[in-house]
Structures are given as C-alpha cells and as structure tokens.
C-alpha cells in the first residue's frame, strides 16, 4: 500500500469519527473525546504522507522545520498548506479539541489539499525518465571496433 493511499484512510476515518461521533449541533461538536482522537487519527496521516514524501520508513514524526524545507523544495506553495493543517490537526484538535466546525473542516481541507498535491509529486517522481550522462572521454560506453 502506498504512503498516499495509507494517510487517506487515515483522513476517511478522521472524517468518519467527527460524522458519527462528535455530535455536531449548530456548527459546534459536542463531545471534545472524539474531536481529539479524529486530531490524531488526521495528524497521524498526513505525517505518513510527508514521510512518504521524504522516503523515511514508519510514522515517526520530525520536527515542522524538516517537512518545510522538503515541501519548499518540491512546491513552493505548499509550506503554507502544510503550516494551516499543522497548526488546525496537531494544537487545536488533537490536544486543546477545537469545537468549532468551520475550523475542523478548515483543516481537514487543507491536509486532503497537502496529501493530494503530494501524490502529484510522487507520480511525477516515477514518471521522470532516467538519463544517463556519458562522459566524452568514457571508453566504456562505446562498442569496441
């Protein structure tokens, strides 16, 4: 299975425990447990989606600065998606339990956004042809007469 593939149906089952779990009533979720445990399950994928990114095995998590230079490095524009679902899945969700449900969906948004642009990179990654540079004065690559 594919980093990409795993850190969605890591951000399906966040959605899935806010739907069926948090009690949403006038914009506002009810039950702070599940608004938590959603927070991790989506900060858990979207972190295998960046280590897939970077090629590190497992879900060990790095520290922001790491993933921001390796998001400039491959597309520029996506540090500050990266920035808005960190700062809305890890702090506001995962430990404080953000009630609000425009702000939730904000962020789950934005890592749906992240993990999306990510498998881009990925599939142009496999895409790219390989070339070979050949030395001019590099005998071995010419057939012998």
């Not at 593939?5 to 951000?11: D, G, K």
């Not at 069926?20 to 006038?26: F, G």
């Not at 998606?81 to 404080?96: E, G, I, K, Q, S």
């Not at 449900?101 to 992240?114: I, T």
């Amino acid at each position: 299975m594919n980093s990409t593939e795993r850190a969605r149906m890591h951000m399906d089952q966040a959605k899935l425990i806010l739907e069926e779990r948090a009690l949403k009533k006038y914009r506002l979720f009810y039950n702070r447990r599940y608004v938590k445990m959603a927070g991790r399950v989506a900060h858990k994928g979207m972190v295998i989606a960046l280590n897939g990114l970077l090629g590190v095995k497992g879900q060990t998590e790095m520290p922001d600065d790491v993933y921001q230079n390796a998001l400039y490095k491959c597309d520029k524009r996506m540090v500050r998606t990266f920035v808005l679902a960190n700062y809305v899945l890890d702090p506001a969700m995962r430990y404080y339990g953000c009630q609000s449900a425009k702000y939730v969906s904000l962020g789950l948004k934005a890592a749906d956004h992240l993990i999306t642009r990510i498998e881009k990179i990925q599939k142009r990654r496999l895409e790219k042809p390989v070339i070979k540079k050949v030395h001019i004065n590099d005998r071995t690559n010419f057939p012998a007469t």
